[in-house]
């Protein structure tokens, strides 16, 4: 049987936050980097779908793509490591310290690896912006880069609680496919596992912190009419405030603790039956 139980999970999300704690900076930014570009790649796969289809659906059906590779690749991803990474620290393994530097690395990896993929991408596209104009999957990562921003900052207290909100909801679907795939040995059952809690985030429309390091700057470099501190306060900080919730509260803690803590309340059982 490839099946791991909640219990064992529980184990596996603690080691893999040491084992990512450990990982050094150079590794952080690697891994990063080429999560970045995975998770980019995968949103142009999204949208390419969508607007050859005209089914919004079709796009949530591939996007998983990019974040399955990502996990059995064994790759950084910062989103993930949210929920994650802090429980380490909650359990007094690592240090604050440690923590917000790993953090830091990945998330500076993913934001260089999106960079650099919207930089190639807009190379591609527009021919070194020689081309008068572009194609529908540029026009729709327009629209997305100023509906996430400037309609955002135009609905004021009301649109930054809903990008609050919906960040919240985005990783707790996506730490919760990081949680999937951890419950089966098979690399077809990881596969699965992680990717149905992504199709259901991207279909849903909620915001990801890594996925509009990418889709922010493309739109921006296609013409989009958002400057770069309405990128940064209307959406990239807000969203990833919210991840950080969600993530590790809804996911992150919520699965650990109640598997772990159950653990340990079977072991006197146990040992009396024994």
Request: aromatic share 10%; glycine share 10%; proline share 3%.
């Amino acid at each position: 049987m490839d099946y791991v139980s909640p219990k064992e999970v529980a184990g596996n999300m603690m080691n893999a936050a040491l084992t990512k704690s450990a990982l050094p900076v150079k590794d952080l930014l690697i891994r990063g980097c080429l999560s970045g570009a995975l998770l980019a790649i995968s949103v142009v796969l999204a949208c390419a779908a969508v607007t050859q289809t005209k089914v919004p659906l079709t796009g949530a059906i591939v996007f998983p793509v990019g974040f399955v590779i990502i996990f059995i690749l064994g790759l950084e991803l910062v989103t993930g490591s949210f929920s994650l990474i802090p429980l380490a620290y909650l359990e007094k393994k690592i240090s604050a310290g440690l923590m917000l530097k790993n953090l830091f690395w990945v998330f500076t990896g993913n934001l260089i690896g999106s960079l650099l993929f919207a930089l190639l991408y807009w190379a591609a596209s527009s021919e070194m912006g020689t081309l008068a104009s572009t194609g529908a999957v540029e026009q729709m990562m327009v629209t997305i880069a100023e509906k996430k921003t400037i309609v955002y900052a135009q609905h004021g207290v009301a649109g930054f609680l809903s990008a609050f909100i919906k960040a919240m909801l985005c990783n707790w679907m996506v730490c919760m496919g990081v949680v999937m795939a951890m419950t089966t040995k098979s690399t077809l059952g990881k596969i699965l596992g992680a990717g149905m809690p992504i199709f259901i985030f991207f279909a849903l429309g909620y915001e990801h912190a890594v996925v509009n390091m990418f889709v922010i700057p493309a739109g921006m470099l296609f013409g989009a009419k958002v400057s770069l501190s309405d990128w940064w306060l209307y959406n990239q900080l807000i969203v990833t405030l919210g991840n950080i919730v969600g993530g590790l509260l809804f996911t992150g803690a919520a699965i650990y603790y109640t598997h772990s803590k159950q653990q340990e309340q079977d072991r006197p059982a146990l040992q009396q039956a024994a």
